[in-house]
Each structure stands twice: as structure tokens, then as C-alpha cells.
């Protein structure tokens, strides 16, 4: 069975801090991996994705991902956070198939 | 633009009140997907289609239909609604239903049945 974890329901961190949100994986065959954002009253915004290739994915709002395979892990990171950045964030595996619960990210000013 | 407009944004309605959710994109996805979304539970699939007249169950179908007549458009079918239907509702699409294509969301419907 195909499964995606956020173990943090919450995250907050200082502005102008660098922010990490966790997603771990299990799948069967080829770890298709996304990030989604939600922010208030809005659907979810595709941020990023991991297919093959380089383990560090680079997305919008200069957003970043890295694939670590034998931790099986798909972390969300951004080296310096914005208020702007406060929103649900969404792991998703081989896009429609299984997302994560969400992780509420609250960028403290 | 290129969108997924799902209507209405927000509705309350009666139990057992036949109600019907329309999605429509823009973009000639072959796929469309529906999901509710409740706190503490994340998006869970209701029904999905990988192209015109080709529908799948999700992961909780039940109380629910769909229908894929064209191409553009998705609906979504209450025949009976209930209470535990309270939800949000999103409505995607995407590029042949392909497992590496990223998904393009409508902006929600609030559902209340009371």
C-alpha cells in the first residue's frame, strides 16, 4: 500500500529563518513525489515534484525539496521564510493517488 | 486563463436534497478527480476519471456519483446528501492522468448539510 506521512501538524518558524517540512513516503516502484500549497479560501497550488534525476528539486516561491531514497523521505525547504509562506502544505505520492494530511506552516514576523 | 472553476463556492442544503457540484477546466486534461477535505484528515479521493466516459471509484466513494460525458466538465452528484457530507470540495485535473503530472485545483465548495 501506498502511503505519505507529515508527522508536524504545525511548524512555525521566524521570519527570515530557514523553514524544513517533513514528508516521508512508502511506494511501491517509482517514488513520484509532489509538494502542494494551500493557501486560505483557495485550492491547492502544485509547488514541486521529484521524478528521477537530481535529488534536490527546486520549485516555486523559491522553494526546494530533497529526495533521500534510503530514508525514504521528501522533505520541504526554503532557506529563508515570509509571512507570505504561511499555508498548508500538502505531500502528495505519485500525484493523485495518496496525500499527506497537511502541515499548517505559521512564518512568525 | 487556464483554470478549473468549480461551482458553487459555497452551499447549504437539507438532508436528502438532491444537490449537484458542476467542474469545468479549460486546459483538455484527460484527467479529473474529486477530493473532500475535513480537518485532521487531509484530501481523500472520491471519484476520479481518466478520460471521457471512463470513471473510477477513490477512496471514499460512497453517497456520491460522477459523471464524464464530455471532456471539460465533472460533476459531482449528491442524490441523498447527509450530514457527515459537511465538507470541503475540490475538483482537479490534469495532463493525461499521467502519475508525473501535477495536479491543477479548483478553489473549493464549502458544503453544510444540515
Known amino acids: 500500500a501506498q502511503s505519505v506521512a507529515q508527522p508536524e501538524d504545525q511548524v512555525n518558524v521566524a521570519e527570515g529563518n530557514p523553514l524544513t517540512v517533513k514528508c516521508t513516503y512508502s511506494?511501491?516502484?517509482?517514488?513520484?513525489l509532489f509538494w502542494y500549497v494551500q493557501y486560505p479560501n483557495r485550492g491547492l497550488q502544485f509547488l514541486l515534484k521529484y521524478i528521477t534525476g537530481d535529488n534536490l528539486v527546486k520549485g516555486s516561491y523559491g522553494f526546494e525539496a530533497e529526495f533521500n531514497k534510503s530514508q525514504t523521505s521528501f522533505h520541504l525547504k526554503k532557506p529563508s521564510a515570509l509571512v507570505s509562506d504561511s499555508a498548508l502544505y500538502f505531500c502528495a505520492v505519485k500525484t493523485y493517488l495518496v496525500f499527506g494530511k497537511g502541515t499548517r506552516l505559521s512564518v512568525i514576523a | 486563463e487556464a483554470q478549473v472553476t468549480q461551482n458553487p463556492r459555497y452551499l447549504i442544503t437539507v438532508t436528502g436534497k438532491k444537490l449537484t457540484v458542476t467542474c469545468s477546466q479549460n486546459m483538455n486534461h484527460e484527467y479529473m478527480s474529486w477530493y473532500r477535505q475535513d480537518p485532521g484528515l487531509g484530501l481523500r479521493q472520491i471519484y476520479y476519471?481518466?478520460?471521457?466516459?471512463?470513471?473510477d471509484k477513490g477512496d471514499v466513494p460512497e453517497g456520491y456519483k460522477v459523471s464524464r460525458k464530455e471532456k471539460r466538465n465533472f460533476p459531482l452528484i449528491l442524490e441523498s446528501p447527509s450530514p457527515n457530507q459537511t465538507s470541503l470540495y475540490f475538483c482537479a485535473s490534469s495532463l493525461l492522468g499521467g502519475l508525473r503530472s501535477p495536479l491543477h485545483f479548483g478553489n473549493g465548495t464549502r458544503l453544510t448539510v444540515t
Open positions: 511506494v511501491s516502484g517509482n517514488p513520484y
Open positions: 476519471s481518466m478520460n471521457v466516459e471512463v470513471t
